[in-house]
């Protein structure tokens, strides 16, 4: 194809490339999180098919883009202020993250009675059918950054869904290793949901028409991150 005989189709592939799976970052955690609920022999289903459900419809959105673009047009308006479909469903999917990732706080740090005893570390077993829903539900409003940004970056239609695959397979190849680790260490799933927290707090936000910036955000996370490895290590010398 031409398209590719050009040197700026593949600079905006890598470029976009990348930004997917960047955008992508705060979906794998929520995979990992919901597939580490699912009974052990069916987590891995859970990841895959909620990821291979995820990409066709990403790719069912990106072919129906003028419709998305559509969705950024005004259907609501309160006191002067204005709402989209795409405001609407941020706000929704934000209020969902905030109280899911809450509820899983509000569990793990105060346990829950079980033959009289409290415990925090009881498993509690989420539906197969239901991780799916869940994962394709919160990938479709993780989704329209993706392709607004993609849409933003170039007008070349064959080039947004190829990122999109891409980063969907790396997410794929990640969301084992990561949701392993992630349900190994208990400080790490508080800082996951945490930062599921925050992603709330920023979908909210922007479906309020204030942009924050995601590397503010990024950068919180890695940098938190990087303080609690420390600290593992720590432990682990010290122990």
């Known amino acids: 194809m031409e398209i590719f005989a050009q040197p700026d189709t593949w600079v905006a592939l890598l470029t976009l490339t990348f930004l997917e799976i960047v955008l992508g970052i705060d979906n794998i955690i929520f995979i990992s999180l919901v597939a580490g609920k699912v009974e052990e022999k069916d987590q891995k289903k859970a990841r895959l098919g909620g990821l291979s459900i995820a990409l066709v419809m990403r790719i069912l959105l ?3 883009i003028t419709w998305i673009i559509g969705l950024t047009k005004p259907v609501l308006t309160l006191a002067d202020f204005e709402l989209s479909w795409r405001d609407i469903i941020l706000i929704a999917g934000g209020i969902f993250l905030l109280v899911k990732s809450t509820l899983e706080i509000h569990h793990k740090v105060e346990g829950h009675e079980e033959n009289g005893t ?11 059918s239901s991780a799916i829903v869940q994962i394709v539900l919160l990938d479709i409003v993780f989704s329209f950054d993706s392709i607004l940004t993609a849409v933003g970056l170039t007008d ?29 260490h208990p400080t790490i799933q508080i800082l996951a949901l945490s930062f599921l927290i925050l992603i709330g707090v920023m979908l909210i936000v922007e479906g309020a028409h204030y942009h924050v910036p995601k590397g503010y ?15 593992m290590r720590y432990r682990k010398k010290n122990d």
């Open 118 to 128: 409290k415990t925090g570390n009881t498993a509690t077993h989420l539906g197969f």
């Open 217 to 231: 955000i990024y950068f919180a996370v890695f940098f938190s991150l990087a303080i609690e490895m420390l600290n």
């Open 156 to 184: 070349q239609l064959i080039l947004m869904i190829i990122a999109v695959i891409i980063a969907i397979i790396v997410m794929m190849i990640f969301a084992k290793p990561v949701g392993k680790f992630v349900n190994d």
């Open 62 to 64: 990106l072919l129906s």
